[in-house]
């Protein structure tokens, strides 16, 4: 078996410690990138993904998405298709990164946009 990187042992640490905690609730995971970031909506229970949003979306493409502006949107697009999808309670899978920045303006553009976590 290969070694774990910090990110990796962190990253599946926190995934596996929402799963048992959810209780059958959708998760919230991100993924951030030096260029972009991406979120997307996940019912566990069917293994599909509900809603997704990221900064690679048509509309948001024109403009840097590695910032805390562009996080907002996206957070705020993930949060209108997941409510139109019918999914209002979620738990946040911050997939090992530090909830700061990015993570935290996705986040916080969510719960404004209607998802409760």
């Given amino acids: 078996m290969a070694k774990l990187s910090l990110f990796e042992r962190r990253r599946r640490r926190v995934r596996t410690a929402l799963r048992s905690r959810a209780g059958g609730k959708a998760r919230l995971s991100i ?3 030096g260029k972009h970031i991406y979120a997307q909506v996940i019912d566990d229970a069917e293994g599909k993904t509900v809603a997704a949003a990221s900064t ?15 996080a907002a949107e996206v957070g705020k697009r993930v949060a209108a298709a997941a409510t ?3 999914v209002t309670k979620v738990v946040f899978d911050r997939g090992g990164f530090l909830f700061h920045g990015r993570v935290k303006a996705l986040a916080d553009a969510a719960r404004e946009g209607g998802l409760e976590f």
Avoid: E, I, Q, V
């Fill in 31 to 33: 993924h951030r990138s």
């Fill in 56 to 70: 690679l979306d048509k509309d948001l493409r024109g403009t840097s998405g590695a910032n805390a502006a562009a």
């Fill in 84 to 86: 139109k999808a019918g």
